[in-house]
């Protein structure tokens, strides 16, 4: 059963504008979240992360806006740049609690677009 | 410069012939994990390591094997192949257990098994 769930597989975006990208979890135990970016024959690389006791986290264009509440966060990209068209993953983890320590559990991916 | 090196980067195999993706990482890192990546489900952890000699199961561990002997390496091993394990897998690592520290991946090895 999937405990991260990214529900939209693609997201297209003319620059400068504004991208969102959704993320729920099911799991409470989660407490840190992050997400990743991935070029087509690339690995994953770090993008921004967000711990429980947040809301939000801003890194330059990129914010992630967590709502433990609602189990979903959110990254914001503005403006969006051709350069940033790619795959965007969302993981969760559970810190401090739990026998999934250790465990990094990734959503099914959001290929965003932007273009000209 | 601080990377996560995976060999091969494309294996095409056979049915039951054993196989070993090396992973190395060059930045003393007590964390390593395997991932695959299949269309539409996204990268599942197959295996990590908190470190020396302590490996632990992931999402889809079955039909694969991981060793951590040493910190830098951690091999993952696949003693019978199926079709099935035709994916694209990636190493990753980071610097200690709690994994709110960036982890680094690798490029990426992608195994067709016929």
């Known amino acids: 059963d999937q405990q991260v769930k990214q529900n939209s597989p693609s997201l297209s975006v003319q620059e400068g504008r504004i991208s969102i990208l959704n993320c729920d979890y099911t799991n409470s135990m989660f407490d840190y979240f992050l997400w990743y970016k991935k070029y087509p024959a690339e690995g994953p690389t770090f993008l921004i992360s967000?711990?429980?006791?947040?809301d939000k986290n801003e890194d330059g264009r990129f914010t992630v806006f967590l709502n433990k509440s609602a189990k979903h966060l959110s990254l914001h990209i503005v403006p969006s740049q051709p350069g940033d068209s790619a795959v965007y993953f969302c993981?969760?983890?559970?810190?401090?609690?739990?026998?999934?320590?250790?465990?990094?559990?990734f959503g099914r991916g959001t290929q965003l677009t932007v273009w000209p | 410069e601080a990377q996560v090196t995976q060999n091969p980067r494309y294996l095409i195999t056979v049915t039951g012939k054993k196989l070993t993706v090396t992973c190395s990482q060059n930045m003393n890192h007590e964390y390593m994990s395997w991932y695959r990546q299949d269309p539409g489900l996204g990268l599942r952890q197959i295996y990590y390591s908190m470190n020396v000699e302590v490996t632990d199961k992931g999402d889809v561990p079955e039909g694969y094997k991981v060793s951590r002997k040493e910190k830098r390496n951690f091999p993952l091993i696949l003693e019978s192949p199926s079709p099935n394990q035709t994916s694209l897998y990636f190493c990753a690592s980071s610097r200690d257990r709690a994994i709110n520290t960036e982890a680094f991946f690798g490029q990426g090895t992608r195994l067709t098994v016929v």
């Open positions: 993981a969760a983890s559970a810190l401090l609690r739990g026998s999934t320590l250790g465990r990094l559990y």
């Open positions: 967000i711990s429980s006791i947040k």
